[in-house]
């Protein structure tokens, strides 16, 4: 079973391998709590993500000086620091996830408030993945407003090579992560920004393979990218192979039947998007999110604007006319940049 989840309304619930948009709608309700992430066995992959939802649809707010501890097999393992450069974004140093172990977190809000997830145990296997891309030149689709538009896009596919098939449920995510230069004028030359994000934010890729026999799920469509101004210096793809709980995929797939479902009243009634975090004095309180231990594989692929067979037409910073974008003068103004440089780029 292949399940896509489209953008919808409300809010943002940041997940998965780096930061993960996914749109949801929570009746508009602003207050609630959102703690999202997860614990990876891959370094730099443990993200957590703390926020209260506005009452409008705008992002959540994030919130700052939390703290996370991890817990593996119910032994206090570490505790989550929160990023200086994206305030609300904790991340686990120096720490591996171990397929087999047992995890959670337990979350204390500034103003005193704590919040426990349920205990999740890690997938032994997450197989392996390779992965590649396809530029068209004209590729017809619907935009965020309903409009049929042609634009240039970058698809990117995955070859998975499946775990063992205990390992039933797989998610296919995709970052991208290129360079920006830009800053302010003067005899030193500012540092370049590394923008991490979503290379396709509004679209993830479920598999449950109860009944498939196969072990290799070739071509799997997982993003769609247009192209932009990011792809005039250095664009990384980072495609994950994730195996979840059964648990996590219930939890995706609910968001999927959430923001996908419409019709008459005879229809199923939309599931009800039950995380696994709760307020550890007060449970009737409603906290949205999910905390995961996954089991992941990765595989990078590189484009420059050299790969692209024909002109990449958009609004540069070398260009003579119009105001340049803020980004040309501050590149930190982009969201999630960081001159911190990713030691593999």
Same mark, same amino acid.
């Given at each position: 079973?292949?399940?896509?989840?489209?953008?919808?309304?409300?809010?943002?619930?940041?997940?998965?391998? +780096?930061?993960?948009?996914?749109?949801?709608?929570?009746?508009?309700?602003? *207050?609630?709590?959102?703690?999202?992430?997860?614990?990876?066995?891959?370094?730099?992959?443990?993200?957590?993500?703390?926020? @209260?939802?506005?009452?409008?649809?705008?992002?959540?707010?994030?919130?700052?000086?939390?703290?996370?501890?991890?817990?593996?097999?119910?032994?206090?393992?570490?505790?989550?620091?929160?990023? &200086?450069?994206?305030?609300?974004?904790? @991340?686990?140093?120096?720490?591996?996830?171990?397929?087999?172990?047992?995890?959670? @977190?337990?979350?204390?809000?500034?103003?005193?408030?704590?919040?426990?997830?349920?205990?999740? /145990?890690?997938?032994?296997?997450?197989? #392996?993945?390779?992965?590649?891309?396809?530029?068209?030149?004209?590729? #017809?689709?619907?935009?965020?407003?309903?409009?049929?538009?042609?634009?240039?896009?970058? /698809?990117?596919?995955?070859?998975?090579?499946?775990?063992?098939?205990?390992? =039933?449920?797989?998610?296919?995510?995709?970052?991208?992560?290129?360079?920006?230069?830009?800053?302010?004028?003067?005899?030193?030359?500012?540092?370049?920004? %590394?923008?991490?994000?979503?290379?396709?934010? &509004?679209? @993830?890729?479920?598999?449950?393979?109860?009944?498939? $026999?196969?072990?290799?799920?070739?071509?799997?469509?997982?993003?769609?990218?247009?192209?932009?101004?990011?792809?005039?210096? =250095?664009?990384?793809?980072?495609?994950? &192979?994730?195996?979840? $709980?059964?648990?996590?995929?219930?939890?995706?797939?609910?968001?999927?039947?959430?923001?996908?479902?419409?019709?008459?009243?005879? *229809?199923?009634?939309?599931?009800?998007?039950?995380?696994?975090?709760?307020?550890?004095?007060?449970?009737? #309180?409603?906290?949205?999110?999910?905390?995961?231990?996954?089991?992941?594989?990765?595989? =990078?692929?590189?484009?420059?604007?050299? *790969? %692209?067979?024909?002109?990449?037409?958009?609004?540069? +910073?070398?260009?003579?006319?119009?105001?340049?974008?803020?980004? +040309?003068?501050?590149?930190?103004?982009?969201?999630?940049?960081?001159?911190?440089?990713?030691?593999?780029?």
């Amino acid at each position: 079973m292949i399940l896509k989840v489209p953008g919808s309304l409300g809010f943002i619930l940041l997940l998965t391998a +780096c930061v993960l948009p996914v749109e949801i709608d929570t009746e508009r309700r602003g *207050d609630s709590v959102i703690i999202s992430g997860q614990l990876s066995n891959l370094a730099g992959q443990s993200v957590v993500f703390v926020g @209260i939802t506005a009452d409008i649809e705008r992002l959540p707010y994030p919130v700052s000086n939390a703290v996370i501890d991890l817990y593996a097999d119910d032994l206090l393992a570490g505790s989550y620091v929160e990023d &200086q450069s994206n305030t609300g974004k904790y @991340i686990l140093q120096d720490y591996e996830g171990v397929p087999g172990k047992t995890y959670r @977190i337990h979350v204390t809000l500034p103003d005193g408030r704590t919040y426990e997830s349920l205990p999740e /145990k890690m997938p032994e296997d997450s197989g #392996e993945v390779d992965s590649y891309y396809e530029i068209v030149k004209d590729e #017809e689709f619907i935009d965020y407003e309903g409009i049929l538009v042609r634009q240039p896009v970058v /698809k990117i596919y995955a070859n998975g090579v499946l775990p063992a098939p205990k390992n =039933r449920f797989i998610r296919w995510t995709v970052e991208e992560v290129f360079i920006l230069f830009g800053g302010p004028s003067g005899p030193v030359t500012p540092p370049p920004c %590394f923008v991490t994000q979503l290379a396709d934010p &509004q679209s @993830i890729v479920l598999l449950d393979r109860q009944f498939l $026999t196969a072990t290799q799920y070739p071509h799997q469509l997982v993003a769609i990218r247009v192209v932009d101004y990011t792809f005039e210096f =250095r664009h990384y793809f980072v495609t994950y &192979q994730s195996a979840l $709980t059964r648990e996590a995929f219930e939890y995706w797939r609910n968001v999927d039947i959430l923001v996908s479902q419409s019709g008459s009243i005879f *229809d199923t009634p939309p599931a009800v998007i039950n995380g696994n975090i709760s307020n550890t004095t007060d449970e009737s #309180e409603r906290v949205f999110g999910y905390f995961e231990a996954a089991h992941q594989t990765l595989h =990078r692929v590189l484009l420059t604007r050299d *790969d %692209f067979p024909f002109p990449l037409n958009f609004s540069s +910073c070398n260009s003579s006319t119009g105001v340049p974008p803020r980004r +040309c003068s501050d590149c930190l103004s982009v969201r999630n940049a960081s001159h911190v440089r990713p030691p593999w780029f």
